[in-house]
């Protein structure tokens, strides 16, 4: 309270000219505004007059009634354009105004006070009976109020309609009208015969890919589905969801941190699980650059849990959804990922090769960004529309890949279904959008014109920010599949003791909460993370040069299609 406070006194004083463009601000021009100001100062004079002549003071103005009038208004003025009580769109800067107002106000009586006795004792007369004066004050700045709390309520009328406009503008949006390219399309026989009847764990099941799965997974009749997230209220309201329209639908809500070894082995147990899509993740990339020791324990211990559960507890598929950042990842969320997908491939293989009993098929999906996702700029986009502008875009040339949340979804499981174990299976997503581009079309497919109507402000690259995400690696290969959007990135799988090493310490790092000792063991796992716009740029100062070296103690043994 007292910073509000604070901040009003500072605006009120500031006495700076807060004036914006007109046609975007639609409100009342300096002058237009002093013009109207002037009038309802020459209404309260009157009214003052009126008043008390009505009482049988016929000299409230003294004896040159016009002339003393008027010199109440122009010192009126004066004070005004001193205050600039113009300034600032009307019914933008109310409170602003409202104490600019107030201000000038008592100025102008304090002045007129003066002047007033200085004219008794000189000239034995005065120039305004005091009452008139004090009335004069109440009148003028009720007016002057009254107006002022007219037009903020005229102006938050039509702001309100506008906003209104806007919302149901951008909310006609059709997600594919974004993409320029036709929907990808998938049969669903091979999906059925894997999926039905089965028990099916989804990870991160309440958010906006998770939960896609999951209605996904209806269709295709399975034996239940065990919906794990850590978020209350997206969970909860995923529940109400299905409850309402598949109320004979066997789901289980469960509430977990994927890092909670003890809790995930409770209902490995509880529930004989054929199926896992590990969907939960920490995905913003600014917010995992501050938070790089929690990126860790819920990209990769959580996912190195529910893969040794995997296999322990004899579970047929495990389909882990990575992401185009973790293809030479310039931040810790894209780093984290590709950290997690060399312990899920090289455990796979190590599995493989000592012909372990377990028949765990462990499979990578990567993808770029899902539209109107949460996190996405879509949603963002098309807040910021409803809100009338800014549009924020960090660069002018950043780029990215799209694809829809139900394209994302479909090739999950069609990839998961296709999988024989140790695949990074990467989807084509067609051409790179460029984030301007797609910031501009949005405001124009709502019907308004960018830069007149809605501005688009450049905020400059975030923390791990590139201007552009890679699908496969210089050093990779690609092979495509009887799918012609799905491909097998080729890559080299690692010795499973090394990483699983690595990763322990890691985690153990993690735990102890030292980001800066955490993300330089992250870059000795994975050696072309190269920080880009972070606080650990510094880290790769001291390794560019050992990373072919880093690269061949990590003792690449196996080769896998």
């Keep these: 309270m007292k910073n509000k406070l604070r901040n009003a006194l500072n605006s009120i004083l500031s006495f700076r000219d807060d004036e914006l463009d007109l046609p975007k601000a639609n409100f009342i021009s300096k002058w237009g505004m002093l013009s109207i100001d002037v009038i309802l100062l020459i209404c309260a004079s009157l009214f003052t007059i009126s008043f008390l002549q009505d009482l049988d003071i016929n000299t409230p103005f003294g004896t040159n009634i016009i002339l003393n009038m008027l010199l109440a208004v122009s010192t009126n003025f004066v004070f005004m354009v001193i205050f600039k009580t113009y300034s600032g769109p009307i019914g933008y800067s109310f409170l602003t105004d409202v104490g600019r107002i107030l201000l000038s106000s008592i100025s102008t009586f304090i002045l007129l006070i003066l002047l007033n006795y200085v004219y008794a004792i000189s000239l034995g007369e005065k120039l305004f009976l005091n009452a008139s004066l004090v009335l004069y004050l109440f009148f003028s700045y009720t007016f002057l109020f009254s107006f002022r709390l007219v037009v903020k309520h005229i102006s938050e009328y039509f702001r309100f309609k506008r906003k209104a406009s806007l919302s149901k503008q951008v909310q006609n949006l059709q997600i594919e009208d974004i993409l320029e390219r036709e929907p990808i399309e998938f049969g669903g026989e091979e999906k059925e015969s894997q999926i039905k009847g089965k028990t099916i764990l989804v990870t991160g099941g309440a958010g906006s890919i998770g939960s896609e799965i999951v209605r996904l997974l209806i269709q295709f009749k399975p034996k239940a589905i065990l919906v794990l997230d850590q978020a209350e209220t997206p969970l909860y309201n995923l529940k109400i969801e299905l409850e309402s329209n598949f109320p004979d639908l066997n789901v289980k809500y469960i509430i ?293 070296r880093t690269k061949e103690n990590l003792k690449i043994i196996h080769t896998k299609p």
Excluded: W
Aim: glycine share 4%; aromatic share 8%; hydrophobic share 40%.
């Design 256 to 548: 977990c941190d994927v890092s909670n070894r003890n809790r995930l082995i409770t209902f490995f147990k509880a529930y004989k699980i054929d199926i896992i899509y590990h969907a939960a993740a920490y995905k913003h990339v600014p917010l995992m650059e501050e938070n790089s020791a929690e990126a860790i324990l819920t990209n990769i211990y959580g996912t190195k849990n529910l893969a040794d559960l995997a296999i322990q507890y004899n579970v047929s598929r495990f389909v882990f959804i990575s992401t185009d950042k973790a293809i030479n990842p310039s931040n810790v969320m894209g780093a984290s990922k590709r950290a997690a997908e060399m312990y899920v491939q090289s455990l796979d293989y190590n599995i493989n090769k000592l012909k372990s009993t377990t028949s765990t098929k462990f499979i990578i999906t990567r993808f770029g960004n899902v539209l109107d996702s949460n996190g996405s700029v879509v949603p963002l986009f098309k807040k910021q529309i409803e809100d009338g502008g800014p549009v924020t875009v960090s660069h002018p040339d950043i780029i990215r890949y799209f694809m829809t949340i139900t394209e994302a979804c479909q090739l999950v499981l069609e990839a998961g279904t296709m999988g024989h174990g140790g695949e990074i299976y990467i989807f084509d997503m067609g051409s790179p959008i460029k984030i301007m581009n797609l910031a501009i079309k949005m405001i124009k497919l709502a019907g308004l014109v960018p830069n007149k109507d809605i501005d688009i402000k450049i905020t400059g690259l975030r923390p791990g920010e590139k201007l552009y995400e890679e699908l496969i690696s210089d050093s990779s290969e690609v092979i495509p599949t009887y799918h012609k959007k799905i491909f097998i990135n080729k890559v080299d799988i690692e010795s499973f003791s090394l990483v699983n090493d690595k990763v322990n310490d890691l985690i153990n790092a993690a735990t102890s909460l030292k980001d800066t000792e955490v993300v330089t063991m992250l870059k000795d796992l994975v050696p072309e993370f190269i920080s880009k716009n972070s606080e650990f740029e510094c880290l790769d100062k001291t390794r560019l040069s050992s990373f072919t």
